[in-house]
């Protein structure tokens, strides 16, 4: 171990020379990939991690103005490639995390082979011509119920993210997700997630992508799937008939099995 994977708490799973780097979403830790692992662990190596600030990661490190950007979030994936030698890799981001993974595939295109994202969106505000899902004026809201009342955020949108009940596991899983993390960067991740427009970043990026939609994403409308998938040159669009924004922890076998299909014919 190094000080960036201690740093990031990186761990290792499965086996097999090519690399698999995933990378969680805002609220999120690493082991919500944990469903998913298991389909790749007997043909890939694994690298999970906590950008700082999430999870397990050294929250000394957190630096705020260095992660006032999701520039700053891709920063933390070089870094672990880097720390790590490790060159072409298979990256999954799950949400925000496929937009920090176009930065970062912008910054250093050698490092990657293939992109995956799973419920990805340049930009999470409605303008004319453009369906993001959210009014600014939401946004403010939310961030402002974060500020107020976070544990009662958590609870009001870990089963709106998911689209399950309240009471049921994942639910109550992805709170608890969210409520572990600190309050005040975790507000800051989402000013960050919400307000940041790749938009303009995105035909720049000239990668294999596989672009992973939600039939039925309570975040993000399907019509961004599309948008994705005009403006990413070498993409691949994939709607899958589920519902909720983790399909990778409600659906992790049919998340599998796409992905899989996806890198077998490449």
């Known amino acids: 171990m190094n000080l960036i994977t201690l740093r990031n708490h990186v761990t290792i799973h499965g086996q097999g020379s090519q690399v698999i780097v995933m990378?969680?979403?805002?609220g999120c830790?690493?082991?919500?990939?944990?469903?998913?692992?298991?389909?790749?662990?007997?043909?890939?190596?694994?690298?999970?991690?906590?950008?700082?600030?999430?999870?397990?990661?050294d929250l000394t490190a957190y630096n705020s103005s260095k992660y006032d950007c999701l520039q700053g979030y891709a920063q933390d994936v070089l870094e672990v490639i880097e720390s790590m030698q490790l060159q072409k890799v298979i990256f999954i981001g799950h949400s925000v995390s496929s937009m920090i993974g176009l930065h970062a595939a912008l910054i250093k295109p050698e490092f990657f082979e293939k992109i995956i994202m799973i419920g990805?969106?340049?930009?999470?505000?409605?303008?004319?011509?453009?369906?993001?899902?959210?009014?600014?004026?939401e946004i403010e809201e939310l961030l402002t119920t974060m500020e107020m009342n976070f544990a009662g955020w958590a609870s009001y949108m870990a089963p709106v993210a998911i689209d399950e009940p309240s009471d049921s596991d994942l639910s109550k899983g992805l709170?608890?997700?969210?409520?572990?993390?600190?309050?005040?960067?975790?507000?800051?991740?989402?000013?960050?997630?919400?307000?940041?427009?790749?938009?303009?970043?995105?035909?720049?990026?000239?990668?294999?992508?596989?672009?992973?939609?939600?039939?039925?994403?309570?975040?993000?409308?399907?019509?961004?799937?599309?948008?994705?998938?005009?403006?990413?040159?070498?993409?691949?669009?994939?709607?899958l008939n589920t519902?909720?924004?983790?399909?990778?922890?409600?659906?992790?076998?049919?998340?599998?099995?796409?992905?899989?299909?996806?890198?077998?014919k490449i």
């Open 29 to 57: 830790d690493q082991t919500l990939w944990w469903p998913l692992v298991k389909h790749f662990e007997t043909q890939y190596k694994i690298i999970l991690f906590d950008y700082v600030g999430a999870g397990q990661s």
């Open 243 to 264: 519902r909720g924004h983790y399909p990778h922890v409600s659906e992790p076998k049919l998340t599998a099995d796409i992905i899989q299909q996806y890198l077998q």
């Open 175 to 239: 709170e608890q997700c969210f409520v572990s993390t600190n309050s005040k960067i975790a507000r800051q991740f989402a000013e960050v997630t919400f307000f940041s427009d790749t938009r303009p970043y995105l035909s720049e990026l000239q990668i294999p992508t596989l672009i992973m939609q939600c039939a039925n994403d309570s975040i993000v409308p399907v019509e961004v799937g599309h948008y994705l998938h005009e403006k990413i040159s070498e993409s691949e669009l994939v709607v």
């Open 120 to 137: 990805p969106s340049p930009y999470y505000i409605n303008e004319v011509n453009y369906h993001g899902g959210f009014e600014r004026n």
């Open 23 to 26: 990378a969680h979403g805002f």
